[in-house]
Structures are given as C-alpha cells and as structure tokens.
C-alpha cells in the first residue's frame, strides 16, 4: 500500500477539509518517517469527541469507505 496513492491522498484530504483530528498511525506512521515496513491496512486514531465525530460524519469520503462503521459510532 503506497501511502501517496491518490486514493488515500483524498481520503486525507476529505479529513484535512473538514478538520477532523486525528494520528496516522502503526505501519503506514513508520513508512511516513522513512522507515521500510510493509503494511496492507491504515491505522488512525480519532480524538473522540462529540465535536470530531459530527466533523468526520461530514467527511464525504469517509463516509464512502466506513457508513457501517459511522452508523455504530451513535453519531
């Protein structure tokens, strides 16, 4: 997984725009500071707020990849 790959490029994008907070995290984190490790997922952690969470539900792409997930989140 190629952590500049259009795809995820928008799906920071569609964070970054709607300010939602978060941590790249585990393997992609690594590869991010230059370090060689291959990873096949995305790890990130979102500050849990009732604030982030309205922010990220009105990510559009976000809302492409995960609806199951957001509809759990009690949003």
């Known amino acids: 997984m190629d952590f500049l790959d259009e795809v995820l490029l928008l799906f ?3 964070l970054n725009n709607h300010d939602v907070k978060y941590i790249m995290v ?3 984190a690594t590869r991010f ?3 060689n490790r ?7 952690w979102l500050y849990d707020t009732l604030d982030n969470r ?3 539900s009105a990510a559009p ?4 990849l995960t609806s199951p997930l957001l509809q759990s989140l009690k949003i």
């Open 54 to 56: 309205k922010n990220l």
């Open 26 to 28: 585990g393997g992609f």
């Open 61 to 64: 792409f976000w809302n492409v």
């Open 12 to 14: 920071w994008s569609s």
């Open 38 to 44: 291959s990873t096949d997922d995305l790890d990130i």
């Open 33 to 35: 500071h230059g370090f």
